[in-house]
């Protein structure tokens, strides 16, 4: 039997069921009599035609708040909209207020919050508590539009531009978005002013904050407690529900033990710290459970974050919701770069082990059985072994006291040795006291891992005492630890991950001050066993390291000059060509973005006709290169490839224009690179071949 009848007896009305709906009690009514005029019809035989809405689900005063328009499991749940939106409409004139509506079929839940979204999956239907909620904030919540996040919790210019991207990207009926920050210039901070400024309009309620290790989850709490110290929030550990509270935090583990216990909308914001591979791999089900803004936050640089995650986070072209690099910080002088790395003289040339590889067919083995390869363990492994029997210990650690920077006392500043494994930071804390046990006597240098008795009291005396003043980390301090003071960093070990590289790399970026002496930290210095910054090709000349420009912009500027020589030679046709070039590429703004719209008028001439463009003077020109140029990293013009590839071409195209015979070899040779890369069984490839080998 293949029935609707059949669909809401066997399977819909169990799923209401789950989400506390009963079936017979005063708040759940079944066929809810709807009469044709708009009105709910009064007990007897109507008077004219009526309808049916399958279910209606009622608050406590009776009033309706969602109605379920049920299919039978062979159609589209989709199918219903119309029909539900007709009787959502009758009920609002009856009560005055819009029910939410549910599609289903049996199979599929489709939820249809018409004021703000279009009708959207969801994984079951929700409770009362959770629709009752919902239609406070539906009530009560106001625009976010022009809305600034409070300047007692964030202050700087881009920490205001990301919340305002994310709130500007929720008015445009958005549901999920990834914010990359570099390492030490604020997440945590930048999701609290978020928060605030969502329930200060009334647009959310409860938030759940999820990192993957508890001394993050602690961190954040803290930074909670510090700036919304009137929330009431809780840690979800031990299976425990503090359910008064309206922020939750939890590991990932944490909330994946108990998440089924929770309705598919308890949450209207769900933040996702260090948001990489194993949260696509490993966690994901938490994310479909819940019906809730999904935000996503990492330190990563965009060329390492995974598809997966771009994926989840529904950012199209691998492009974030907003980036914020570690370059621009440094930069903008919020970070601190890191001196010419000290490739180190203790090399480890242990066979079948790179930095930064992992056959693909073992990570392929690890994925299948459920685990990260980004999250690898040593212990037990051959290179555990030979790492700690090859006697460069005692080497490791002279190297790294006599290279490393000092204090104004001349005493190594704060560092952090990253291990192969437990033994292996054993092995090294065993140098420490043979080779400076003067030092040693002081508690110099310490093992801070899981592994030791109440590590957590070393790491507390890390961050906040003069000594230790090394810590020796396996695993517990690559990510998320916060203790500015840091100058040396120390890669003892090969590192299988771009992202956990980068995470290792951002414990020293943070802008710090001497207390003692009023200094202010200008730098850090990483010591490199493994080669990883060659593998992953990652800048090893530190300070020297140029800062990036958003590729949009760039092209918009060489544009702008080809338009330049080509607008002097009179050369009308490739005149006119390049400004239909520069229109398109400003077309690709959007004049709603906040950073954008004071310039909206300005953007729709310039992309409208060609005549803006016909005034080149110097003034002009100025204010294009400087005024408009930058707004372009708004744009949405490209892919990543798309753009890399349009800024050589016109990178040559100048270099022809000037008869630059070395730029045009140096960049043709670097575009017949990038072309030999293609694959030729591309079915839109094929055609060109002959052009290609040519």
Request: hydrophobic share 40%.
């Amino acid at each position: 039997m293949n029935s609707e009848r059949h669909a809401r007896q066997t399977r819909i009305d169990l799923q209401l069921g789950k989400a506390g709906w009963s079936i017979g009690s005063r708040q759940f009514v079944e066929e809810l009599l709807i009469e044709s005029g708009g009105m709910l019809a009064e007990p007897g035989p109507p008077a004219h035609r009526v309808e049916f809405a399958d279910y209606a689900l009622l608050d406590r005063l009776g009033r309706p708040l969602a109605i379920v328009e049920a299919k039978r499991s062979s159609r589209d749940p989709l199918e219903g909209e119309r029909q539900a939106a007709d009787y959502a409409d009758a009920l609002r004139e009856k009560h005055g207020v819009d029910p939410f509506i549910f599609l289903a079929n049996g199979d599929e839940i489709w939820f249809w919050h018409r004021r703000l979204y279009p009708p959207r999956k969801v994984s079951a239907f929700f409770t009362e508590d959770d629709l009752t909620r919902l239609a406070h904030l539906d009530k009560y919540g106001q625009p976010l539009t022009g809305v600034m996040p409070l300047p007692k919790i964030i202050d700087r210019a881009y920490q205001i531009e990301a919340v305002k991207t994310i709130a500007e990207r929720i008015e445009q009926a958005k549901r999920r978005f990834l914010m990359v920050l570099a390492t030490g210039t604020g997440k945590t901070r930048v999701a609290v002013a978020l928060v605030e400024l969502l329930q200060r309009q009334e647009r959310i309620q409860k938030v759940l904050f999820l990192a993957d290790r508890r001394e993050l989850v602690k961190q954040a709490l803290g930074a909670f407690k510090e700036h919304l110290p009137g929330v009431p929030r809780a840690w979800i550990e031990s299976g425990v529900i503090d359910k008064d509270a309206q922020i939750h935090f939890a590991t990932y583990p944490g909330i994946m033990a108990i998440y089924q216990r929770l309705s598919a909308g308890y949450y209207d914001l769900i933040i996702c710290d260090e948001s990489h591979r194993s949260i696509y791999s490993r966690y994901k089900a938490i994310l479909d459970h819940f019906d809730a803004l999904q935000l996503g936050l990492t330190a990563t640089p965009t060329d390492f974050v995974d598809h997966d995650t771009f994926k989840l986070f529904e950012c199209h072209d691998d492009t974030p919701t907003f980036y914020y690099g570690y370059e621009e910080a440094v930069r903008d002088k919020h970070l601190v770069p890191y001196r010419p790395v000290h490739v180190a003289r203790t090399t480890f040339q242990i066979e079948g082990i790179k930095p930064g590889e992992l056959p693909e067919e073992v990570r392929q083995q690890v994925i299948e059985q459920g685990a990260d390869p980004d999250q690898l363990s040593f212990e037990g492994s051959d290179l555990e072994k030979k790492v700690t029997n090859t006697g460069t210990n005692d080497a490791i650690v002279r190297e790294f006291a006599d290279h490393a920077i000092k204090d104004a006392t001349g005493r190594i500043a704060k560092s952090i040795l990253f291990a192969v494994s437990h033994r292996h930071a054993m092995e090294l804390y065993k140098s420490f006291n043979r080779l400076y046990p003067d030092l040693q006597r002081q508690g110099f240098a310490k093992v801070i891992d899981s592994q030791m008795e109440r590590a957590e009291k070393t790491l507390d005396d890390f961050k906040n005492k003069d000594f230790p003043r090394v810590a020796i980390s396996v695993d517990m301090l690559d990510t998320g630890i916060d203790v500015p003071a840091i100058r040396n960093l120390v890669f003892a070990k090969p590192v299988f991950s771009k992202v956990k590289f980068w995470q290792m790399l951002g414990r020293g970026t943070r802008i710090w001050t001497d207390p003692a002496t009023g200094e202010k930290k200008a730098d850090f210095l990483v010591i490199d066993h493994w080669d990883n910054f060659d593998y992953f090709q990652v800048n090893r000349d530190g300070r020297a390291a140029a800062v990036s420009e958003p590729l949009p912009s760039r092209l918009f500027r060489l544009r702008l000059e080809k338009l330049q020589i080509l607008a002097g030679r009179s050369e009308v046709e490739s005149t006119t060509h390049a400004i239909g070039q520069l229109r398109r590429l400003v077309g690709c703004l959007p004049v709603e973005n906040v950073n954008v719209a004071p310039h909206a008028e300005e953007v729709r001439q310039l992309s409208g006709n060609d005549q803006p463009w016909h005034d080149l003077s110097e003034e002009r020109v100025a204010h294009l290169s400087h005024t408009i140029a930058p707004l372009l990293r708004f744009s949405i013009s490209g892919s990543y490839a798309e753009l890399q590839f349009e800024n050589q071409t016109e990178q040559l195209a100048l270099a022809n224009l000037r008869a630059d015979a070395g730029e045009i070899e140096k960049h043709r040779e670097r575009i017949t690179e990038n072309l030999a890369l293609l694959p030729t069984s591309i079915p839109e490839i094929r055609p060109h071949l002959d052009a290609l080998a040519a």
